[in-house]
């Protein structure tokens, strides 16, 4: 499950006063089911340049299963 918290403010002046004032918030969270088990203690969570990079090493031993398409 990944989660996180979103902040966003905006703030629009006309002549040094505040016209408008907007603020939002919010909580984020997606869950991901995953084909085969996963190593826990291999696997690594990055973020880079706004993306998140997950590394999820499977399990020693998990088979994949081949399906044939016709």
Same mark, same amino acid.
Request: hydrophobic share 35%.
């Given at each position: 499950?990944?989660?996180?918290?979103?902040?966003?403010?905006?703030?629009?002046? /006309?002549? @040094?006063?505040? #016209?408008r004032?907007?603020?939002?918030?919010?909580?984020? %969270?997606?869950?991901?089911?995953?084909?085969?088990?996963?190593?826990?203690?291999?696997?690594?969570?990055?973020? /880079?340049? @706004?993306?998140? #990079?997950?590394?999820?090493?499977?399990?020693?031993?998990? %088979?994949?299963?081949?399906?044939?398409?016709e």
């Amino acid at each position: 499950m990944i989660s996180a918290n979103k902040e966003k403010s905006s703030e629009a002046t /006309e002549g @040094g006063n505040v #016209v408008r004032q907007e603020r939002f918030w919010g909580h984020i %969270q997606r869950s991901v089911t995953l084909a085969s088990p996963i190593d826990q203690a291999g696997a690594k969570a990055v973020c /880079e340049n @706004g993306v998140l #990079v997950l590394t999820l090493p499977k399990l020693a031993g998990s %088979q994949n299963k081949t399906v044939q398409i016709e």
